[in-house]
T-cell receptor, first 112, second 110 residues
């Protein structure tokens, strides 16, 4: 799986958009970009994933650059409950490679 | 609401004890995983299973074994617990895209 690079920490004001960047310059054509988050003392939670098109669901939006070498997770109106470690993961979907490899992620702190 | 349930939230065991960590999922998923999480080291895969009675070693299988006798249940076994196995243990299941994690078991070995 391709390696990802994320900033170790970010701050965001409550009610504002949180934009979390991720670099994955070695991504290959059939690898997806996944985002998970982990709130303190809980298990990681799936947020969203995408291949090359931008994606949106009830939790967030995912913007993937045209060359697919980087992406941004957007939380449109951050709340205090969005304070968590956010993980960007690149992996194949399906096949025999089931493993999900987590890096260190970005600690997002939403401030009142 | 779909769930991955880990039997204990907190557990304290003595060095040398045999420890069983249980995980049950209600989503009929084929794949199940055990991770441990330590400060500064992130999540590391211990074992995973892609079918009943099938298992594969992850990145750090030493000192652990697993059992998957039924599709919904995946057990992690510490044959002889040691203090360096004090950690947060997370179970997950998956079929398709998203992984669903349990709330974790914080194990302390004294």
């Amino acid at each position: 799986d391709a390696k990802t690079t994320q900033p170790p920490s970010m701050d965001c004001a409550e009610g504002r958009a949180a934009n979390l960047p991720c670099n994955h310059s070695t991504i290959s054509g059939n690898e997806y970009v996944y985002w998970y988050r982990q709130i303190h003392s809980q298990g990681p939670q799936y947020i969203i994933h995408g291949l090359k098109n931008n994606e949106t669901n009830e939790m967030a939006s995912l913007i993937i650059t045209e060359d697919r070498k980087s992406s941004t997770l957007i939380l449109p109106h951050a709340t205090l409950r969005d304070t968590a470690v956010y993980y960007c993961i690149v992996r194949f979907s399906g096949g025999s490679n089931y493993k999900l490899t987590f890096g260190k992620g970005t600690l997002l702190t939403v401030n009142p | 609401d779909v769930k991955v349930t880990q039997s204990s939230r907190y557990l304290v065991k003595r060095t040398g004890e045999k420890v069983f960590l249980e995980c049950v999922q209600d989503m009929d998923h084929e794949n199940m995983f055990w991770y441990r999480q330590d400060p500064g080291l992130g999540l590391r895969l211990i074992y995973f299973s892609y079918d009943v009675k099938m298992k594969e070693k992850g990145d750090i299988p030493e000192g652990y074994s697993v059992s998957r006798e039924k599709k919904e249940r995946f057990s992690l076994i510490l044959e002889s617990a040691s203090t360096n196995q004090t950690s947060m243990y997370l179970c997950a299941s998956n079929e398709g895209y998203g992984y669903t994690f349990g709330s974790g078991t914080r194990l302390t070995v004294v």
